[in-house]
C-alpha cells in the first residue's frame, strides 16, 4: 500500500525558510519521479516542483530560484527547502509520486508576520 506522509510545515515570516518532507512507502521510491504541490486557501492545485529518478529537477515558475527538491533515496524521503517564503506561499503542501493517484494528507505552510 503506497503510503505519503508529510511534515515539517510551520507559521513562518516573510523572508523565512522552511523545510518540508515526505516519507513514502509501499513502492520502489528510487525508481519514480516525485513532485510537489500546493493548495491555498480557495484555489485549485498548483504544481510546485518535481524530482526525477534521476535527480533532475523541474520547479513551478512561482518558486523558481527560491525552493529547491531533493530527495534521499536511501531513506526514502522527499524534500522541500523553502527560502524567501512569501505571503503567496500560504497553501497546503503535499507529494505525490508519478506511478499512481496517492497524494499525501499535506502540510500546512503559512507565511505572516
Known amino acids: 500500500q503506497v503510503q505519503l506522509v508529510e511534515s515539517g510545515g510551520d507559521l513562518v515570516q516573510p523572508g523565512g525558510s522552511l523545510r518540508l518532507s515526505c516519507a513514502a512507502s509501499?513502492?520502489?521510491?528510487?525508481?519514480?519521479?516525485m513532485s510537489w504541490f500546493r493548495q491555498a486557501p480557495g484555489k485549485g492545485d498548483e504544481w510546485v516542483s518535481t524530482i526525477d529518478s534521476d535527480l533532475k529537477t523541474r520547479y513551478g515558475q512561482s518558486v523558481k530560484g527560491r525552493f529547491t527538491t531533493s530527495r534521499d533515496n536511501a531513506k526514502n524521503i522527499l524534500y522541500l527547502q523553502m527560502d524567501s517564503l512569501k505571503p503567496e506561499d500560504t497553501a497546503v503542501y503535499y507529494c505525490?509520486?508519478?506511478?499512481?493517484?496517492?497524494r499525501g494528507r499535506g502540510t500546512q505552510v503559512t507565511v505572516s508576520s
Open positions: 505525490k509520486w508519478t506511478g499512481g493517484p496517492t
Open positions: 509501499g513502492f520502489s521510491f528510487s525508481l519514480y519521479a
